[in-house]
C-alpha cells in the first residue's frame, strides 16, 4: 500500500497498512425437478442472507472466511436448472484455520508439552506458523491463592495484569478477540490494570514471562492468513 507525498518523487509504502474487506463470488448450478422445488428452494436460500459473519469454507481448503452472504443472484427463471451467484462479503478480510490449544504454563512449573509445529518446547513458549499476527485468548485456573495475575509478552514487550484475590480452583479468561477479562464467567473489566496492554501473538517464536507458578495456563489461538 502506497500513498502520494507531494513535492517528492515517487511514493511511500506505509509500513503498516489497514487491510479492505474481501468480497467472494461462488458460482453454482441451481436445479429442482419441477417449478415448485425450485421456487422453494430459492425462497429457502434468500433466507440466509444478510446473516453476518458464518463460516464460509471450501472443499479443497483448510480454512475458513467470516462472512456475510449479502447477494443471491439468480437469472430469470426459464428452467428448473440455472447457473446462480453467490456474493458474500467479508469485513474482516483475514481467513482463519482451526483453533490450536497450547498449555504453556503448570503450576508446578515443569514443561509442557505445546501443540504446535514444534513440538515439546520449553515452559512459556509458543509458535505462531503464520506470518499475519492471531489474537490469543488465556485461560487460568488457579491450583493456589494469590492477589494477582501477570502475563507479559516479550516480542511485543506488553502485558496483561489482573489485580484480585484469586483463591484455588478460580478461572481467569484473557481474551485477546474481544479485549474482556472474565472470572469465574463473569466480565471484570476493572480488575486490569492502567498499565495493562493488550496483545497479539506474532509470526514465529511468541514467548510469555508468567508472574509465579499458582495456576495452569492454557494459550487458545487461531491462525490467520491474508
Known amino acids: ?7 517528492m518523487h515517487g511514493v511511500v509504502e506505509l509500513s503498516d497498512p489497514t487491510l479492505p474487506s474481501r468480497e467472494i463470488t461462488v458460482k453454482f448450478l441451481f436445479s429442482a ?19 453476518p459473519q458464518k463460516p464460509l469454507r471450501f472443499t479443497d481448503e483448510d480454512y475458513f472466511y467470516r462472512a456475510t452472504l449479502t447477494e443471491l443472484e439468480v437469472p430469470e427463471e426459464e428452467k428448473n ?10 469485513s474482516d478480510p483475514f481467513k482463519y484455520g482451526e483453533e490450536k490449544r497450547s498449555v504453556i504454563k ?32 488465556f485461560e487460568v485456573e488457579f491450583q493456589d491463592s494469590t492477589d494477582e495475575f501477570t502475563i507479559e509478552h516479550k516480542e511485543s514487550n506488553r502485558h496483561l495484569t489482573v489485580v484480585y484475590d484469586f483463591e484455588e480452583g478460580d478461572k481467569l479468561t484473557l481474551n485477546a478477540t474481544n479485549r474482556r477479562v472474565q472470572i469465574n464467567g463473569e466480565t471484570r473489566m476493572q480488575t486490569l490494570t492502567l498499565s495493562s496492554e493488550w496483545f497479539n501473538l506474532v509470526g514465529g517464536d511468541n514467548t510469555f514471562d508468567i508472574t509465579d507458578d499458582a495456576a495452569n495456563i492454557t494459550l487458545r489461538y487461531r491462525m490467520r492468513w491474508m
Open 33 to 51: 425437478k419441477t417449478n415448485e422445488k425450485f421456487r422453494k428452494r430459492i425462497d429457502e436460500l434468500k433466507n440466509l442472507v444478510y446473516r
Open 81 to 90: 436448472t440455472l447457473v446462480c451467484n453467490l456474493h458474500f462479503l467479508c
Open 106 to 137: 503448570t503450576a508446578d512449573g515443569s514443561d509442557s508439552t505445546i501443540v504446535t509445529l514444534f513440538a515439546g518446547q520449553a515452559d512459556g513458549f509458543e509458535y505462531n506458523p503464520s506470518t499475519v499476527e492471531a489474537q490469543p485468548i
Open 1 to 7: 500500500v502506497t500513498r502520494d507525498t507531494s513535492g
